[in-house]
């Protein structure tokens, strides 16, 4: 496997980061991903890991996948922008994907399970979009308890690492790893 090096790319995008200060090449460098992957981006939202994943999956593609098609029209104009011709937009509903059984080597899902009103739905649909032995990376905030969690302002439902891994077990994935990112975040990693 070819080592993972850093894109030229204009100053402005030389150190990608989503909300947080987690840096996106930092997680590309955690997850394991190969320049010819065909990636899933599952609520990639406008797009912050969807372009770093792109230009790492340079031999291969990126489906930036979410509900909200202003976001995906605003991420779609800055792929152009940047020149990156491996994304594809796709409009999906919260839990269902417009894609083809097991057409994906990797999925992200960043901040999605938090969000959703069925999380376990949502790595259903990951884990029927992967390929056997393809790989899902989940981004979820660390579980606070509730006097911290009063203070936040992060919205959502918390899960921690291990209740993800244990539900997404139950689907049939497998736990890879279970790293803190900031502090704040963690990345759990699985395979099919």
């Known amino acids: 496997m070819p080592p993972k090096t850093a894109v030229e790319r204009p100053a402005e995008q030389a150190t990608p980061s989503i909300a947080g200060g987690i840096d996106a090449n930092g997680i590309i460098a955690l997850i394991p991903m190969r320049p ?3 990636i899933g981006d599952i609520r990639c939202g406008r797009g912050e890991l ?3 994943l792109a230009r790492y999956a340079c031999w291969g593609k990126v489906y930036a996948v979410d509900t909200d098609q202003d976001a995906l029209g605003a991420l779609a104009s800055k792929a152009q922008q ?3 011709g491996n994304v594809e937009t796709v409009q999906a509903k919260e839990s269902s994907v417009p894609l083809e059984d097991a057409s ?3 999925a992200l899902l960043a901040g999605v399970l938090g969000e959703a009103s069925r999380p376990k739905s949502v790595l259903k649909e990951a884990f029927r979009l992967l ?3 393809g790989w899902a990376a989940v981004i979820e905030w660390v579980k606070v308890d509730a006097k911290e969690r009063a203070g936040s302002s992060q919205p959502g439902q918390r899960r921690s690492g291990d209740d ?3 539900a997404a077990a139950e689907i049939g ?5 279970l790293r803190p990112l900031n502090g704040t975040r963690y990345l759990l990693v699985l395979r099919k």
Do not use: M, N, Q, Y
Not at 173 to 177: A, M
């Open 36 to 38: 010819h992957d065909i």
């Open 82 to 84: 940047s020149r990156i």
């Open 50 to 52: 969807t372009l770093p």
């Open 104 to 106: 994906l080597d990797g």
């Open 173 to 177: 994935f497998k736990r890879v790893s």
């Open 164 to 166: 993800v891994a244990e």
């Open 131 to 133: 390929k056997k032995g």
